[in-house]
């Protein structure tokens, strides 16, 4: 053939092969298009369990729903499968179904223990008929009771293959395995939206219907503990499945002190492997986290059981030789606080009065405290932080405890602690019925500063704006341990350890006074902007002890040099002196106007609060401000200027018809009303 020929052929033929290749390609991809692939596994059951009453009207319906239910459950091959499919929302059950009496739910029940299909749908064609007029609700509780047999089938497979991975499983098997009860038993507790029934701003399905897989799962789950608890104890166990095995236990248990019970030992023993002690740390703190998750106001005594019994293990093992040890052990104590401080704060047991928290923050001050104050001392900067942070809430929830009522309200019944759903009685409740009072407001100062989770960092958050109330407490005695160590943290080459041990002092109030140089010091050599700011405060909170080295130092701080936010605390911190604060006279006179209008009506105040003839010294100055006409001040500090004068009385009496002619000349009303009060406060005292 001629090699143009063969050329041309060649082409032709890589032509048609090529456009037979793209019209096969194109319906194959239409074909799998128009043909989507069917559903399987969980899918399918999900689709199936999902079925609407409407679909299911008569005996065949409900015989092909309890077969199809059936075919997809026995679908779901692999364990979380099984997990999910117990999980899923469409699992719910009427509640209030009125127009079957109890006989005839158990002819249903009856009906439906029928494994034969034809003598089944006999059985519900038959009760259907009876029926008459309430074939809906029949249908319903033909619905509920096929759920509930498949139910119980999933949790018993689920439980099983649990248990068969966890005894005979390979090592990867049995740690997901046990990840997986962790993470299906912290699942099953956001899926139990009946704990939020009459909870505003959470939504429920109806008052009708509730999600029950969320209960019974977890009282399957625990059934597992023993297994759980055999590879925890067993040494020769490897170390990744024990750890495993720790951290799911403290998400099952319940039982605070049988979950002590395994982990103390691994805690105190100084053989064990330094990862399973962190994880008995952690399990410790994360079986407080989930009890607080999910508090209820009822049973307070309970979580008052769970502080008393497992704060004192965690802070036996602070002293751990592993950072990270101690790190989990300070989490417990953390999780701790949250749920005293959640307590207190709850109206309900808040009511029951101040004995009621006495035994547990007694407890907590005697075998708690003492230990976290010498973390104060860690060679780990952050635990320093995380430590004088926890100490710094424990002593504000001491002056919230010792704010409530001293003697109980006889109106107030409290619910008796029972045996029943994780709740730990407590002999309290039994001594005193009745007792009742008001809970406490944290102030906001305990929360400038929040520990990172993070062992190698602590992160700094935000600072509150000074001013928020602080009440002044009587909650630790001059001298204490805490007190002398938070002085030595003064000192401390970590400025985070610094602004907490500040902190720490500013919440016990007037038992800091021991500290005062401390602070002083840290106001004239500190680098850090804010422990200046944290001291200042502080101080000002002892207002008017050691006034002598306290108002120049303060004073000192309100140099052009400074930082405007620190300068505004230190003027502030003056205001609480009064009259003791008058060495600052002449200085607050020559910075009256260098800041912004914040920080000049703090001098301002600052002012007032010395008063008298010491006070007076500084009013020429306060004359040249409102005069000033080069930076016109607005009208908030011309009005508080006016007011200055009025405060002093007749030692203003030299200003009088400056205000006299403000209060007849000034176009602003609210200037000429304050001139107008100024003027008759002045003519009043001097009668």
């Excluded at 369990?49 to 092909?64: G, I, M, T, W």
């Excluded at 010792?402 to 602690?417: G, V, W, Y």
């Excluded at 407490?473 to 000192?491: H, N, S």
């Amino acid at each position: 053939m001629h090699p143009t020929c063969r050329a041309t052929t060649t082409c032709w033929f890589r032509f048609a092969l090529g456009l037979s290749l793209a019209l096969g390609m194109s319906f194959s991809h239409n074909r799998l298009r128009a043909e989507p692939l069917p559903k399987r596994g969980l899918d399918e059951f999900q689709s199936v369990l999902s079925r609407s009453e409407k679909q299911l009207v008569d005996a065949p319906a409900l015989v092909k729903y309890r077969r199809d239910l059936s075919k997809a459950a026995a679908d779901l091959s692999t364990l979380p499968d099984l997990s999910r499919a117990l999980l899923l929302p469409e699992w719910f059950f009427s509640l209030l179904v009125t127009g079957v009496s109890d006989r005839e739910k158990v002819s249903i029940q009856n009906a439906i223990s029928e494994v034969d299909d034809v003598r089944f749908e006999s059985a519900a064609e038959k009760l259907l008929q009876n029926a008459k007029s309430n074939v809906v609700d029949f249908v319903r509780v033909f619905i509920d009771e096929i759920k509930r047999e498949e139910l119980s089938k999933l949790l018993k497979r689920f439980e099983d293959r649990a248990h068969a991975r966890l005894r005979d499983g390979r090592e990867a098997e049995q740690i997901a395995t046990l990840n997986l009860l962790g993470d299906t038993m912290n699942n099953s507790r956001r899926q139990d939206v009946s704990r939020f029934a009459g909870v505003p701003g959470v939504m429920v399905t109806t008052v009708h219907d509730i999600v029950p897989t969320a209960t019974e799962l977890r009282k399957q789950i625990r059934e597992l503990i023993p297994d759980m608890k055999r590879l925890i104890l067993t040494k020769d166990a490897e170390v990744p499945i024990r750890v495993a095995a720790i951290r799911a236990l403290s998400n099952v248990e319940k039982d605070g002190e049988k979950l002590i019970a395994v982990l103390k030992p691994l805690l105190t023993s100084s053989d064990t492997h330094n990862k399973i002690r962190r994880a008995a740390a952690m399990g410790l703190a994360n079986m407080l986290k989930v009890n607080a998750g999910q508090m209820y106001s009822s049973r307070s005594a309970s979580y008052l059981e769970y502080v008393d019994r497992i704060a004192p293990v965690a802070a036996s093992s602070l002293a751990d030789k592993d950072p990270e040890v101690r790190y989990g052990c300070l989490m417990a104590c953390q999780q701790s606080a949250d749920i005293l401080q959640a307590l207190v704060k709850d109206s309900q047991a808040s009511a029951k009065g101040r004995y009621f928290f006495e035994p547990t923050i007694k407890n907590v001050k005697r075998q708690v405290i003492p230990k976290i104050d010498s973390v104060v001392r860690d060679k780990v900067p952050s635990l320093r932080v995380i430590a004088c942070r926890i100490l710094e809430r424990l002593v504000l929830i001491d002056q919230q405890i010792r704010n409530l009522s001293e003697k109980p309200r006889l109106d107030i019944e409290p619910k008796k602690a029972t045996d029943k759903g994780g709740v730990l009685p407590d002999p309290r409740l039994g001594q005193r019925k009745g007792l009742s009072g008001s809970s406490a407001r944290l102030p906001s100062s305990a929360s400038r500063l929040r520990a990172s989770t993070n062992v190698n960092a602590v992160r700094l958050v935000a600072f509150q704006a000074p001013g928020d109330d602080l009440p002044q407490p009587k909650a630790i005695q001059p001298g204490t341990p805490t007190v002398k160590t938070m002085i030595e943290a003064l000192r401390d080459k970590d400025y985070r350890v610094r602004i907490s041990a500040v902190d720490v002092l500013e919440s016990v109030g007037e038992q800091a006074e021991p500290a005062i140089e401390a602070l002083v010091e840290r106001l004239r050599v500190d680098e850090n902007k804010f422990v200046r700011w944290a001291s200042a405060r502080t101080l000002g909170r002892l207002a008017p002890r050691r006034a002598d080295i306290v108002v120049p130092a303060l004073a000192r701080l309100m140099n052009d040099n400074e930082d405007l936010s620190v300068k505004f605390t230190a003027a502030s911190a003056l205001e609480s002196y009064g009259p003791a604060a008058k060495a600052a006279v002449n200085h607050l006179a020559r910075v009256i106007n260098r800041g912004d209008k914040d920080y000049i009506l703090a001098i301002l105040r600052t002012i007032q609060s010395i008063g008298g003839s010491d006070g007076a010294r500084a009013l020429p100055n306060v004359e040249w401000l409102l005069l000033l006409k080069e930076e016109p001040q607005p009208t908030s500090v011309r009005i508080e200027c006016i007011q200055t004068f009025g405060h002093f009385g007749r030692l203003a009496s030299a200003y009088r018809d400056l205000l006299k002619k403000i209060m007849l000349d000034d176009p602003d009303e609210s200037v000429r009303n304050a001139a107008s009060a100024a003027i008759l406060s002045i003519d009043d005292t001097g009668r």
